[in-house]
T-cell receptor, first 112, second 113 residues
Framework: DVKVTQSSRYLVKRTGEKVFLECVQDMDHENMFWYRQDPGLGLRLIYFSYDVKMKEKGDIPEGYSVSREKKERFSLILESASTNQTSMYLC???????????FGSGTRLTVV | EDKVVQSPLSLVVHEGDTVTLNCSYEVTNFRSLLWYKQEKKAPTFLFMLTSSGIEKKSGRLSSILDKKELFSILNITATQTGDSAVYLCATPGGGTSYGKLTFGQGTILTVHP
């Protein structure tokens, strides 16, 4: 089975801190995605990557950046965390064909 | 801009009830519609629908797509407490490449014993 692993399940950070959320997949998928999930808003795409070192903005990229130095790892960076970035963050990956996403278990980030 | 709207946003039922969850969409280049179930953690795939009127079925769950009216429904019969979850629908429409999905808000289903 494809596995998408997010390094932290729960994270509490202070306003202004730089935060790294890590995601690793083990099936050689080209495409990786970062979503945030908020009640009543569903999942919203922050950034995605279709290849190593390639990235594209999603619908809500402000306040975030990403890094994909290796195919299996896609990192989401909050340059200066703010309270409105408190959310559940979901990473997903997908191979080149079809629409089969595999999601990680999520990181619940609280910014205080 | 692609849009996916789910209703209701939340639903509380008792075991044994049948529920219908709705998903309407507006996309510029429809390809498929996907349903996911999310319990405490990662969403898990339920169905992918591409053709109108063809029901997909898995146990007590079934789903159908209407491409003319631009909606899909997810039915769950004889609900159990284990069906309690957030149900998400999504579409990769809009001519996107790389598999970028647009999600609805989700329906929170709570099944009481």
């Amino acid at each position: 089975d494809v596995k998408v692993t997010q390094s932290s399940r729960y994270l509490v950070k202070r306003t202004g801190e730089k935060v790294f959320l890590e995601c690793v997949q083990d099936m050689d998928h080209e495409n990786m995605f970062w979503y945030r999930q908020d009640p009543g808003l569903g999942l919203r795409l922050i950034y995605f990557s279709y290849d190593v070192k390639m990235k594209e903005k999603g619908d809500i990229p402000e306040g975030y950046s990403v890094s994909r130095e290796k195919k299996e790892r896609f990192s989401l960076i909050l340059e200066s965390a703010s309270t409105n970035q408190t959310s559940m963050y979901l990473c997903a990956s997908k191979g080149a064909g079809g629409w089969g996403y595999t999601f990680g278990s999520g990181t619940r980030l609280t910014v205080v | 801009e692609d849009k996916v709207v789910q209703s209701p946003l939340s639903l509380v039922v008792h075991e044994g009830d049948t529920v219908t969850l709705n998903c309407s969409y507006e996309v510029t280049n429809f390809r498929s519609l996907l349903w996911y179930k999310q319990e405490k953690k990662a969403p898990t795939f339920l169905f992918m629908l591409t053709s109108s009127g063809i029901e997909k079925k898995s146990g007590r769950l079934s789903s159908i797509l209407d491409k003319k009216e631009l909606f899909s429904i997810l039915n769950i019969t004889a609900t159990q407490t284990g069906d309690s979850a957030v149900y998400l629908c999504a579409t990769p429409g809009g001519g996107t490449s790389y598999g970028k999905l647009t999600f609805g808000q989700g329906t929170i289903l709570t099944v009481h014993p």
